[in-house]
């Protein structure tokens, strides 16, 4: 129960979040790097051929923090709270007429409205700096470089072709 | 001009990694090397594309991580799969033999 909790308020710690990856990230190519001076490199040649390897340390923490980020459940709990916000606002408002239980009603559909649009424009910053369109299409390099593969005008490998035929 | 870049075909990374991670829950690091073994220097998988395609797959549930102490007594984050990521796997792999199968047909037959 208390790791769930802890977990779900790091969600909403954006920090947390970008410094957690990091960390995975980092001991990733310190565990690269000691494989090569296990195979005579000295420490700082080791390292630099784990960055290699590694390829664009900053565009792949932009991407695991933004996956984290946009899916995590302390987002989707927020949207819920706010959303239920505005239609609670909204339902004291048409329900009762008085003054006083009025400015709640306005108070609370502000809350969901400007938390909406907070939302939003987070999601939309994010978006912004996602700079790798296809993730999944990454690094792959064949080692038979003299087999030419058959693209078509498109571009597309054979495997594409026959998936979208599909 | 000639292209020497094999692009991957979209989630085979991603089935790569379901399979690796059937045997046993492995850090990403692990994740790499076990894929790095198995694919004998026929593909060289850029390290970093592993973790955008982990994180995709836990937001989508076929995997769950958790911190834990690695080997060298590091925090390391590890992961494993769940069910619906084993069901993902068994669907994947009937899909990828499919589409290999066909692949070859037309090879065969130019």
Partial sequence: ?166 | MRRTRTDLMQGTLELMILKTLAREEMHGYGIAQRIHEAVEDLLKVEDGSLYPALYRMEERGWISSEWGASENNRRAKYYKLTRAGRQQLAAESVNWDRISRAVMKVLQAS
Avoid at chain 1, 66 to 72: L, P, T
């Fill in chain 1, 1 to 166: 129960m208390y790791k769930s909790l802890r977990n779900l308020f790091r969600h909403f710690d954006g920090h947390a979040l970008q410094r957690q990856v990091e960390e995975e990230l980092q001991f990733h190519i310190e565990m690269r790097a000691q494989d090569y001076q296990k195979e005579g490199f000295d420490y700082e040649d080791s390292l630099e051929r784990a960055k290699l390897r590694f390829g664009d340390f900053a565009m792949v923490k932009r991407q695991c923090v933004e996956i984290s980020a946009k899916n995590s459940v302390g987002i989707w709990i927020l949207k819920v709270l706010f959303t239920i916000s505005f239609l609670l606002g909204v339902l004291i408002k048409s329900v009762t007429p008085e003054l006083n239980t009025t400015r709640i009603g306005s108070v609370l559909m502000m809350i969901g409205i400007f938390g909406g649009l907070l939302l939003i424009g987070k999601t939309i910053r994010m978006r912004d700096f996602k700079s790798a369109p296809e993730p999944l299409r990454l690094g792959l390099h064949s080692i038979a470089d003299s087999i030419p593969l058959a693209f078509d005008e498109k571009g597309r490998t054979p495997f594409e072709r026959v998936q979208a035929d599909d």
